[in-house]
């Protein structure tokens, strides 16, 4: 009879232990969040969505056994930093989306944001870029910061600009300037993709300045050691 309930304690405390690690490896894991325009989406030159630095990312942890989840519902081509911002704080859900945008901030462990490439770009065919926009714009991304910065303790990756047929050099290189500061006011890391995307090779069309899966890979990779 004592070896009965031996036995008996041996299974149970097994059973708890065994509980115990699970979810204790279950927090180990890294649940990775995207957010951003066609660049995060990964954009292909020819209007279709290919394979992001996001989807590598999510290969990498997946591989390692490391990822909890994976969210990309709110990185979409023309995606505008207004729009974004309202749909935080209107807590909206993505498409085909089960979760509120909030409840995805607050889970994420890793968070990427890279937005403004679409919508600048596109602003700067009908007007000057000029100074009112260009505040307006890191007004909106120091907001957006904060507001994300204030529901989640994540590590939150800025992706910056990059200069194509329409933005050019010297607005990158001031945009890209302040970002990095405001992404150091909130914690956050900014990467300056700039200089890595003047490789004709990462480009398939020289009519868009959507980046080929070579690139999207080095993003990747340098985020990977960032974090």
Aim: net charge negative; with cysteine.
């Amino acid at each position: 009879m004592k070896r009965k309930y031996k036995l008996l304690l041996i299974i149970i405390v097994s059973s708890v232990l065994t509980y115990f690690i699970y979810f204790a490896h279950q927090e180990e894991k890294i649940s990775i969040l995207s957010l951003g325009d066609g660049v995060s989406s990964g954009e292909t030159a020819y209007n279709i969505d290919g394979i992001s630095y996001n989807d590598y990312l999510k290969e990498y942890f997946s591989s390692k056994k490391l990822l909890k989840s994976y969210n990309n519902n709110f990185a979409k081509k023309n995606y505008q930093l207004k729009e974004l911002i309202s749909d935080i704080e209107n807590n909206e859900k993505g498409e085909n989306e089960q979760e509120f945008i909030d409840q995805l901030i607050y889970k994420a462990d890793i968070i990427t944001i890279c937005i403004g490439e679409d919508e600048l770009t596109k602003l700067i065919q009908t007007n000057d870029l000029d100074k009112d926009i260009i505040k307006e714009y890191l007004n909106n991304y120091a907001k957006l910061l904060s507001i994300i910065s204030d529901m989640s303790e994540s590590k939150i990756v800025v992706l910056g600009l990059y200069e194509n047929g329409y933005l050019d050099k010297s607005k990158v290189i001031i945009i890209n300037s302040e970002l990095a500061n405001i992404s150091l006011k909130y914690n956050a890391i900014f990467i300056n993709i700039s200089d890595l995307l003047l490789n004709e090779d990462y480009f398939l069309n020289k009519n868009s300045y959507y980046f080929n899966y070579k690139a999207h890979n080095e993003i990747a990779e340098i985020i990977i050691h960032s974090v």
